[in-house]
């Protein structure tokens, strides 16, 4: 089983990243496709333009905007599907979600990997029998 993390963007890729997620809706500006080394770019998973520019990256929101960003990826229809998807890569070895902003712990990246965290550890509890994320491997950091 891999990990679940995030960096920013703009760090140089390493090869342990593994699976490399964007997880923003708007291209980095000076980050050509080949630097960016993705695997995906899941824009339709990122907060909507309206709750994005109602943030601004503001330290003073983020406790909101986490909540108001948590509520739209409950009513997101390809929320289910993207978090199947991290599962199955997890399986595999690593999943990097990677950001634009300069501070990470206030970012969408950071509501999303609390909300995948989430999500896998409740998806442990309901399977049984040949369990992806049973023993060491279930471990999530």
């Known amino acids: 089983m891999g990990q679940l993390r995030m960096r920013r963007i ?6 342990d990243d593994g699976y490399r997620i ?4 708007l291209w980095p500006r000076g980050i050509s496709k080949e630097k960016a080394k993705l695997d995906l770019w899941a824009k339709e ?13 503001d330290p003073e929101k983020f406790s909101e905007f986490s909540e108001r960003y948590k509520a739209e990826l409950e009513v997101n229809p390809g929320t289910t599907a993207f978090c199947r998807e991290i599962a199955e890569k997890l399986s595999d070895g690593n999943v990097t979600l990677l950001y634009g902003a300069k501070d990470g ?25 040949n369990n992806l994320f049973s023993g060491n491997r279930g471990r999530i950091s």
Do not use: C, F, M
């Open 10 to 15: 703009y760090e140089a890729a390493e090869e």
């Open 22 to 25: 964007l997880v923003d809706r």
């Open 45 to 57: 998973i990122a907060p909507s333009r309206e709750l994005r520019s109602w943030y601004g990256h």
């Open 105 to 129: 712990s206030i970012s969408n990246a950071a509501v999303l990997l609390e909300h995948l965290k989430n999500w896998i550890t409740g998806r442990q509890g309901r399977t049984s029998g």
